[in-house]
């Protein structure tokens, strides 16, 4: 009996030895994200003109100050565009729920200018949840912002003369110094948007 | 997303035979999304089984509450989307075709009001495969 009672005691001994040792050398090892991309230096975004949701002129300072997750898409996309947006918002309240802080804020940037007013991008931006963000503008504008951030779109013709539009599908953060600093590609969860976003804000 | 609760789906015998065991065209999990008041268009997702004996074909979908519905997929290549029509939609005898997210899905354009159920019919040509009805959800989630 006494035998079976050291040997349990050295197991036991053991396993907490080895748990002190897993969770020191944990502690020591600093968070990574799972999905994002980031940019250590950041890409600062370029100067363009674009339009916010209430029809006042948007410029590169719109996305200084603060935190930001942006799209590109447009509101006559019926599936990866609100789905994308739905995840977005789903993450973001998630954030807040765990009392992150600062939260980011969800942009979409349309890339479908010639349908997508402002009045359009303000139904749309609203409907996936407070404070978020649309811009939309003149193609011209639009391009200086997409070719900075490697950003795709395209029209394509669907049939009788109606047309959708192809483009990236990728999930951009900008930091407060309006600097492009980590990107998330497709296919998107918002496991790895919750994860990873408070990791890329505190790395600033 | 809300999973909305078919509320018949009946079928014409276009393709074969009524089955003893049930329907030869069957909808399952529908679920019509829209992107919110005022916005032009819906997304529908659902699963179509094909159990008529024969394959089949539907060219067209149809619905009283939008003026024109199409059968589109996403492609997702190299980080880019493109959305695609699918002229006609071919469903061999015991296969299951599923429309979902970032998938295969049917846009709903120009509502003709904001109804609280959805009709879907799908056709082979002018014949009629399969009515399906679903109530119409208010949210993404």
């Known amino acids: ?204 | 997303m809300r999973r909305l609760l078919v509320l018949f789906a009946l079928v014409a015998a276009a393709a074969g035979c009524d089955s003893p065991e049930g329907p030869p065209v069957v909808a399952d999990n529908v679920v019509v999304t829209a992107p919110g008041a005022g916005m032009p268009m819906a997304a529908g997702y659902l699963e179509i089984t094909n159990q008529s004996g024969s394959d089949i074909r539907i060219t067209r979908v149809s619905s009283p509450d939008y003026a024109t519905v199409e059968m589109h997929e996403t492609i997702v290549e190299d980080g880019i989307a493109r959305m695609r029509s699918i002229p006609v939609l071919e469903i061999a005898d015991g296969e299951t075709i599923t429309f979902e997210r970032g998938g295969r899905h049917l846009m709903l354009m120009q509502p003709a009001g904001t109804p609280g159920t959805i009709t879907l019919n799908f056709y082979s040509d002018d014949v009629l495969l399969l009515t399906v009805s679903a109530e119409f959800t208010a949210t993404m989630d």
């Open chain 1, 1 to 204: 009996m006494q035998t079976r009672n050291v040997i349990a005691g050295l197991v036991l001994g053991t396993a907490v030895a080895a748990g002190l040792a897993l969770a020191l050398r944990n502690a020591g090892e600093p968070a990574a994200p799972v999905a994002a991309t980031i940019l250590p230096a950041g890409n600062e975004l370029p100067e363009f003109t674009l339009l916010d949701q209430d029809g006042a002129p948007a410029d590169r300072s719109v996305f200084e100050g603060r935190w930001d997750v942006v799209f590109f898409g447009f509101t006559n996309c019926p599936d990866i565009c609100p789905a994308t947006m739905t995840l977005l918002g789903q993450a973001k309240r998630e954030l807040e729920a765990r009392g992150s802080d600062p939260l980011p804020r969800v942009v979409l940037v349309s890339v479908d200018p010639e349908r997508d007013t402002p009045e359009a991008m303000a139904r749309y931006v609203a409907y996936f949840g407070d404070g978020n963000l649309g811009l939309t503008g003149e193609l011209e504008e639009l391009r200086k912002l997409t070719d900075a951030l490697g950003i795709f779109f395209q029209k394509a013709e669907t049939g009788d003369g109606a047309y959708a539009v192809d483009h990236s599908t990728a999930v951009l953060v900008i930091d407060p110094q309006a600097r492009l600093k980590a990107l998330f590609t497709a296919p998107h969860e918002v496991a790895n948007f919750v994860h990873d976003l408070p990791l890329i804000m505190a790395g600033e």
